[in-house]
């Protein structure tokens, strides 16, 4: 990647599809180590990565063509050699816990030997958040004293030792906040871990103002132009020895709440995915559908629709015909001003009530999405099934498609998801909106540009 331009390396650890790695590049951040061990989701990656390469060189026809399914990935490569030998140096797959730490070491400084970089100015990511989940906990209370993931972030704190970033940004659940294990807070301990590493880190705002409200902490994706409801902890970090030179530093992550008060607006489910092909259970395509119909656009689809020749990962699941009828018992109340849940379901139409266990405890499992509200939390679960996601349009009848539940995570419509539709789901569900994570970007962009006065390092 060239360097004739303010040069800022990042490394995403945990890195998923890549939504935070998104954010920070469209920010102009340059991303040289993806750490990521599911095998889908670094094929997201690498296709990524593609479109950013290419498009740097002049080539970006060619991602278009490739998106079109004109030419395939390893016909590019084959082509061009050197931008296969970046993609493999940038996205590792490997697993904390189980691949050997030093040999990941080993893959990261491969990489920044590839990219000439002297030294790396972010650390981005957070560790598999489903031990935090409060309702994962609710099920099992015992689960976060059994489930070893949710010590993953010390291989975070191990990674912030070695390469001592300026900075970090740290994402998950907001069920940390709450999180315990042997009657200890996780979020006390991450805290006191970080100031008792080498080199020392400080949280912004640091523990002393934000330790008796810590949902101080909780990042709301509605306030940054994102058509999602969707809260996320992000502790944003920076090495203690910097805030001497530079004391703003430590009001990075007050900037970027004050951010919530100019933002574009509250996007909706309408302006969101209102412009997509209409679409009954079982049509559409898992790659590429078409090209964009002509329809009057919201600026938020006009963001989206952004270099991006047409329409992707756009099919509607085959749906079971008594999910069908239940979908649109749903969609009905919907339209008439009425939030339906199982009890009304069961009260009107007992032969629609589902075959599951524990009911009670999911009323709302049925939702139909609101064309004038932000979508529900996009979660992994969605792919399994999308009874949470149903498509407000009752002449649809069938729940969200990955590239409308894309969209509700502010990724553009030119990133293509790899893989069987499950696991394009799957990416979506569990990744960092790109617009979030490029909300935070900005303001870490301009206290490294103090830092540095825009020189390059």
């Known amino acids: 990647m060239s360097k004739n331009k303010e040069w800022y390396s990042v490394i995403d650890l945990f890195a998923g599809c890549g939504g935070l790695s998104e954010g920070f590049r469209q920010t102009g951040f340059d991303i040289i180590a ?19 390469i290419l498009k740097e060189i002049g080539k970006g026809y060619l991602y278009n063509r490739f998106l079109r399914e004109k030419i395939s990935r390893e016909d590019i490569l084959i082509k061009y050699p050197e931008i296969k030998q970046l993609i493999d140096y940038t996205v590792i797959q490997a697993e904390f816990g189980n691949d050997r730490f030093d040999e990941i070491i080993e893959q990261i400084e491969n990489a920044r030997g590839v990219y000439d970089a002297s030294r790396i100015h972010v650390v981005i990511g957070g560790p598999p958040c489903q031990p935090y989940s409060v309702v994962g906990r609710a099920r099992d209370p015992n689960r976060m004293e059994l489930d070893s993931r949710h010590f993953l972030y010390e291989y975070y704190l191990r990674i912030l030792q070695y390469f001592q970033p300026d900075f970090f940004v740290f994402e998950n659940v907001p069920g940390l906040i709450t999180a315990r294990v042997k009657g200890e807070k996780i979020f006390l301990k991450i805290q ?26 909780l990042l709301d994706s509605t306030f940054y132009g994102i058509p999602q409801k969707r809260k996320r902890v992000i502790f944003i970090g920076y090495k203690r020895s910097l805030l001497s030179e530079r004391p703003s530093i430590k009001n990075v992550f007050k900037k970027i709440l004050k951010q919530k008060a100019y933002n574009y607006g509250g996007h909706t489910v309408e302006d969101a995915i209102s412009d997509l092909p209409a679409l009954r259970p079982r049509e559409g395509n898992d790659v590429w559908y078409g090209e964009y119909s002509d329809k009057a656009l919201t600026p938020y689809q006009r963001i989206m629709r952004r270099n991006s020749p047409g329409v992707l990962n756009h099919r509607a699941r085959m ?110 569900g569990n990744a960092v909106p790109p617009g979030l994570a490029r909300a935070i970007a900005r303001y870490i962009f301009l206290e490294l540009r103090g830092l540095y006065n825009g020189k390059n390092r």
Not at 192 to 217: M, Q, T, V, W
């Open 192 to 217: 006191d871990d970080l100031r008792n590493i080498f080199p020392s880190y400080e949280i912004a705002p640091g523990l002393d103002e934000y330790s008796k409200k810590p949902k101080e902490y």
């Open 34 to 52: 993806q750490v990521e061990k599911d095998k889908w989701a670094c094929e997201t990656l690498k296709t990524r990565f593609l479109y950013y």
């Open 319 to 428: 749906h079971m015909s008594s999910d069908l009828e239940r979908y649109r018992f749903f969609i009905e109340h919907h339209l008439n001003g009425n939030t339906a849940t199982l009890i009304d379901l069961r009260k009107e139409r007992p032969d629609l009530t589902p075959a599951h266990n524990h009911l009670d405890n999911f009323l709302d499992r049925f939702k139909v999405q609101s064309w004038s509200q932000p979508s529900s939390t996009i979660t992994a679960h969605i792919c399994r099934d999308g009874h949470y996601y149903i498509h407000p349009d009752i002449d649809q009848c069938r729940s969200f498609t990955v590239r409308e539940a894309a969209r509700c995570q502010s990724f553009p419509d030119n990133f293509k998801f790899e893989g069987p539709r499950p696991e394009q789901y799957r990416q979506v």
